[in-house]
């Protein structure tokens, strides 16, 4: 349901969501004024337009992202690969149904950003390292 989907922090009210979004705003505003950093998600890439800062999509097909939750999950966590598609599809809709709401935009649009990289044939260790050394001073 699109409730749901708008509250995927498990709120009860869209009122207090949105004041979750407010408060979390704030904190990346201030952190991206006192020096650079990293951050994943939370509408960063709209909240801080006007400081035009450096957005990558990170992206990877569902097969590919279905094996590393397997090769990830511990002894407790056994789930079917259904189970997985289902829950790992459940997050990209409420993903983008949170973003479409506090943007206006629509989430995993490559227009959105500068950097687009599709991860599904590439170790995540390496293409992180890669990253970095592309913001590195001096280069």
Known sequence: ?????????GSDSIAKQDEIYNVQKQ??????EKESCIIVGRCADYILRE??????????????????CVARSTTSEQYTEKQLKKH????????????EY???QK?????????????????????????AKMFKKGN
Do not use: H, Q
């Open 27 to 32: 904190i990346i505003r201030e952190m991206a």
């Open 51 to 68: 400081m035009k800062p450096y957005r990558i999509f990170i992206y990877a097909d569902l097969d590919s992202r279905i094996k590393r």
């Open 88 to 99: 790992i599809l459940k997050i990209d809709k409420g993903r983008a149904k949170y973003y």
């Open 107 to 131: 989430w995993s649009d490559k227009i959105n950003y500068d950097l687009c990289i599709n991860t599904t044939n590439i170790n995540i260790k390496e293409i992180v390292s890669l990253i």
């Open 1 to 9: 349901n699109l409730f749901s989907m708008l509250l995927p922090l």
């Open 102 to 104: 506090y943007t206006g």
